[in-house]
């Protein structure tokens, strides 16, 4: 698993459940329509992606604020620096 | 006949049939962990110990931050087996709040994983629950006056403490698991916060009536949901209409995916919900059965699996009446809560005939349905009352990310109807539709005097004042806020 395969599969499961396509790195957490619900199926459906269990608290920390941050609180989980 | 909780807990010796399950997470992944009830009991009378060792017993006023883990519920039960009374707080609480409870309620301990102790000692659950060769079943106790203090914001949005009572507490549960049918086969999950009493009360609940519990909390109730497969849920009508939200998207069956594969009683109270969303759960083979109770009072009316009629609350589990008014009275014969506390101290005992401030009605089959707050009643011109939180609901629904209010406003000569529908943003959204929306409610269009809707944005600081500490919409903080704000 290196940081291409975490970033594009938050990415490509955030667009899938919220049903928005323009969702990039650069999106802010606070302007993609999700409710609290949307963002565990998020959780659950990346970890099902990534095979592996992700700290919820890392994943709901509050310094994501945005897709990117959100990738790279992940990176930092799973230790990835490259 | 179990008379206490040190019976309840007793009680659970030698009980391996039934079970706690719960999630860790281990190298990147979740790990099912189960207990049974027999080594619940064990963990106890271990934790009982390290307690004792530590100074903490009978009588001993402890501060406990409680969160969803085991081994809080362990620390917890045996601070009851102990016979010591612990000021229960959540985690997130701030250092200040905690720090002047414990002056309040002059607390000699700490459980906590915070360094800040207030200058008392300070213990984490982890080290309380570490093995101990010195157990050995304590003393029986049973609680003349209050087992715990707790703290509930109620409707008022401001933080009460409340004294606990064992009786109550035993009665209340038992009462409720048994109208319920609840079954040694059943898994109850219980994910809301434990600082939130009704939660210990379900565990006290399950070990009492032998059925198998689940913890899970508030961030990884999806996966124990799907990892653990409880048969029991009770959650707030917000999950249930995130839940149906995100089912209107896919074509997948999102709740049955998420429900998992067991699941077989869906109990939503705390708030009112929404009749569509509980018929789109009915017609998706999900039923919800909705309950209501107080945390004065603990369940008094509730749907059950034999008889569930949509739209109501259920039919009565203790004795009830309504007044000339409507209000809903209650009279347990065991409440809950013994009265409220102020600076430390138990201001006059609660009654146990008791108003609930809700106004209800019973239909001609028993089955309760409750039209909001007295207090939030608006009374119309034509003298036709309204209770605006069912209709604040309704609106809540319609427009996604807001909170609504409805209140009466004083025009130059006359009184208006005021409906502000408030959100972070409104920005990239078409208010004129929304306001379409709403006027096209049936309550909106049955409204004979004349009304205004408008649009309040908050930012998320000023948002979070409209909330209690629990997280709650608070209409009253809401109604405060707008009636002062300059508009």
């Known amino acids: 698993m290196n940081r291409s395969d975490i970033c594009s599969c938050v990415l490509d499961v955030v667009r899938d459940i919220s049903e928005d396509s323009t969702v990039s790195y650069e999106t802010e957490i606070d302007d993609i329509e999700l409710d609290s619900i949307g963002w565990m199926r998020c ?18 920390s509050g310094i994501n604020d945005s897709i990117e941050k959100l990738c790279g609180s ?9 | 006949m179990i008379e206490c909780l040190y019976d309840a807990f007793v009680s659970a010796s030698g009980n391996t049939e039934n079970y706690v399950d719960y999630l860790e997470l281990e190298n990147f992944a979740y790990k099912p962990r189960r207990k049974t009830f027999d080594q619940v009991y064990r963990d106890i009378i271990n934790c009982c110990a390290n307690l004792s060792e530590r100074g903490i017993g009978t009588d001993t006023v402890v ?13 917890d039960s045996a601070l009851i087996m102990l016979g010591a009374r612990a000021v229960i707080s959540r985690k997130n609480d701030n250092a200040d709040v905690l720090d002047q409870r414990i002056a309040e309620f002059s607390a000699e301990y700490l459980i906590s994983d915070r360094k800040v102790s207030g200058g008392i000692p300070c213990f984490t659950a982890e080290e309380l629950c570490e093995k101990n060769e010195n157990g050995k079943l304590p003393e029986r106790h049973i609680y003349n006056d209050d087992m715990s203090i707790m703290f509930s914001s109620g409707t008022t949005g401001i933080p009460k403490a409340l004294g606990i009572t064992e009786k109550g507490s035993v009665w209340s549960s038992n009462n409720f698991f048994r109208f319920m049918k609840f079954n040694s086969g059943d898994k109850f999950l219980i994910f809301m916060p434990l600082s939130n009493y009704q939660q210990r009360f379900l565990f006290w609940g399950c070990i009492m009536n032998k059925v198998n519990a689940s913890i899970g909390n508030d961030m990884n109730l999806l996966q124990c949901l799907t990892h653990l497969e409880p048969s029991i849920l009770l959650a707030p009508p917000n999950f249930f209409y995130n839940l149906y939200c995100q089912q209107q998207k896919t074509e997948k069956d ?13 109990l939503t109270g705390m708030a009112p919900i929404d009749n569509e969303i509980l018929w789109f759960f009915h017609e998706s083979g999900n039923d919800i059965y909705q309950i209501y109770g107080q945390t004065e009072v603990g369940m008094i009316c509730c749907n059950t699996v034999d008889e569930n009629r949509i739209g109501t609350v259920g039919k009565p589990i203790i004795d009830i009446c309504f007044s000339d008014e409507g209000e809903l009275i209650t ?3 065991a409440p809950i809560v013994s009265g409220y506390y102020e600076n430390g101290r138990l201001l006059s005992p609660m009654p146990f005939r008791r108003p609930t401030g809700d106004m209800g009605i019973a239909d001609e089959d028993g089955f309760v349905c409750i039209k909001g707050r007295i207090n939030d009643t608006i009374v119309l011109r034509s003298g036709k009352k309204i209770n605006p939180a069912m209709i604040e609901n309704k609106i809540k629904n319609l427009v996604s990310d807001s909170e609504a209010a409805i209140y009466k406003t004083k025009d130059s000569s006359s009184f208006n109807i005021n409906i502000t529908i408030i959100s972070e943003s409104f920005d990239g959204r078409n208010t004129d539709e929304i306001r379409d929306k709403v006027c096209r409610l049936r309550e909106i269009q049955e409204l004979t005097d004349p009304y205004t809707i408008e649009f309040y944005e908050a930012d998320k600081t000023e948002m979070s004042r409209f909330y209690t500490e629990n997280g709650k919409f608070s209409r009253k903080k809401a109604i405060d806020i707008l009636c002062s704000s300059e508009r």
């Open chain 1, 74 to 82: 992940l990176l930092q989980y799973f230790n990835i620096t490259d």
């Open chain 2, 254 to 266: 999102v709740i049955r995916a998420s429900l998992g594969k067991n699941m077989r009683y869906l």
């Open chain 1, 43 to 60: 959780l659950v459906a990346i970890e099902e992606k990534l095979g592996c269990a992700v700290d919820p608290a890392v994943f709901f």
């Open chain 2, 331 to 333: 009279n347990s014969p």
């Open chain 2, 63 to 75: 501060a406990f931050e409680i969160e969803n883990t085991y081994k809080c519920l362990i620390c």
